[in-house]
């Protein structure tokens, strides 16, 4: 089994975005400057006897080119090279889109869902709880600006067929799927056991940074629900106790820089 940490180029945002009350002011100091921080948009692929899983697809390559509301434009806007391309980075490990029969989504936010449309021919695992909540955002209304994280296109994608889960299972040997919902009402984790380099945990933005990670945890500045958001940090912390496992912290740019990039893997 083979690992590839897929670089999909990187949103900038204030880093209270982030992480709760990162730079707030006191009375001392009651103004304060924010701080504008990098985040990057990682995706993965796993490769196993022959077949591919994909987790994530990172940002719609449109994104900054009326793609994404302007708000959202905004507030998280997206850089991204030609060679940054999801399906740029596959082909990095010589894969194709078509190849892919399998993706999981941790959840359905402009940067998880955005490439939905290239992989209209695989079945698609995502978190129910997450789906019937970001259906119901897109349809209350058409006004984007009401649709929070989630745009109305990358949801609309047709597939082969969505799997709502809403309990841990194993998707395959050496690859379980967890719950780890606070983020929004349902995340998914991945949790893959390589052969050489250990078990790994992917939380995605159950975990932000290795800051939050902790201990102590400490809140997202983007919380759907607080206390399964902590109760699911403490999964992640048993599990990576459990298996002696390395944990890949989403949106943690100095994290970023440690990690071994497609086409290198971990396996």
Known sequence: MKLYILNTGYLETDMNNVEACANIGTKSQPHVLNKWIKLPVICFLIENEGEYVLYDTGSHPDAMNGYWPDNLQEIYPLYQKEEEKLENQLALCGVKPEQIKTVILSHMHLDHAGNLHLFKHADIYVPKADFMHARTQIQLNPSPITHGGYIKNDLEVVAKQYHLVDEDFQLSEGIDVINLPGHTPGLLGVVVHLKDQGSFILPQDAVYTENIYGPPAKASG??????????????????????????????????????????????
Not at 236 to 264: E, G
């Open 222 to 267: 983007l919380l759907y629900d607080s206390l399964s958001y902590f109760k699911s940090i403490e999964k992640v912390r048993k599990l990576q106790q459990q298996y002696n496992a390395k944990v890949i912290f989403a949106h943690d740019d100095s994290f970023f820089q440690t990690l071994v990039k497609a086409p290198k893997y971990y396996e």
